[in-house]
């Protein structure tokens, strides 16, 4: 069973949109995250949160809005999508806040047109 | 901003040691020295982490210097499976700014056949 899961891989869709990328762990860990890699390649933190409860938020738009609807699943939701969203988006967990062995998943490729 | 240096690129020979090294002048006392990996088209991975002392796991080894002001992750045995680019990131143990992974551009090694 994959540890840390995200659905779907791949998301094509069109300016103005709203879309959901779904992330879920099976590690029992305490602490999710999203990231995000541009085309440059650079990875940075999004979200941090720990047992369902917001801890990082680094400056992203209020269009991003993430949702802990309990400790194993950590969901991204996107409003009014922009060409500059198309990235790839990371989910990972830790198994508690402070330990930074992060596991995580396969990444959802967004490609915004 | 990460707080590390890196080479860009590095080549290793199948079944060669590969070294990677990294610099970190600006490390407090209560920083960790933290590797993770990205092999294409995958989430990253963690290999390992030391704080003063050197390290070895099933994956890698990582010696840090005695002024802990820079590290090099050690893989024994290169396989062509270990290209992949590989981040180097220092860590605090408190909460705030300090606690993300930070991820820069990281080395990317390329294991020759």
């Known amino acids: 069973d994959t540890a840390v899961s995200q659905t779907p891989k791949y998301l094509v869709t069109q300016m103005g949109n709203d879309k959901s990328i779904k992330c879920e762990q099976n590690l029992g860990h305490d602490t999710m995250y999203w990231y995000k890699q541009d085309s440059k390649k650079f990875l940075k933190i999004m979200f941090s949160?720990?047992?369902?409860?917001?801890?990082i938020n680094e400056t992203v738009p209020n269009r991003f809005s993430p949702k802990s609807p309990d400790k194993a699943h950590l969901n991204l939701h996107i409003n009014s999508l922009e060409l500059g969203d198309s990235a790839v988006y990371f989910c990972?967990?830790?198994?508690?806040?402070?330990?930074?062995?992060?596991?995580f998943g396969q990444g959802t490729r967004l490609t915004v047109v | 901003d990460a707080k590390t240096t890196q080479p860009t690129s590095m080549d290793c020979a199948e079944g060669r040691a590969a070294n990677l090294p990294c610099n970190h002048s600006t490390i407090s006392g209560n920083e960790y020295v933290y590797w993770y990996r990205q092999i294409h088209s995958q989430g990253p991975q963690y290999i390992i982490h030391?704080?003063?002392n050197n390290e070895t796991n099933e994956m890698a080894s990582l010696i840090i210097t005695e002024d802990r002001k820079s590290s090099t992750l050690i893989l024994p045995h290169a396989t062509l499976r270990d290209t992949a680019v590989y981040y180097c990131?220092?860590?605090?143990?408190?909460?705030?700014?300090?606690?993300?992974?930070?991820f820069g551009k990281g080395t990317l090694l390329t294991v020759n056949p």
């Open positions: 949160y720990n047992n369902k409860e917001l801890i």
């Open positions: 990131i220092v860590r605090g143990l408190s909460g705030g700014s300090n606690y993300k992974l930070t």
């Open positions: 030391g704080l003063k």
């Open positions: 990972a967990s830790s198994q508690e806040f402070g330990r930074a062995e992060a596991f």
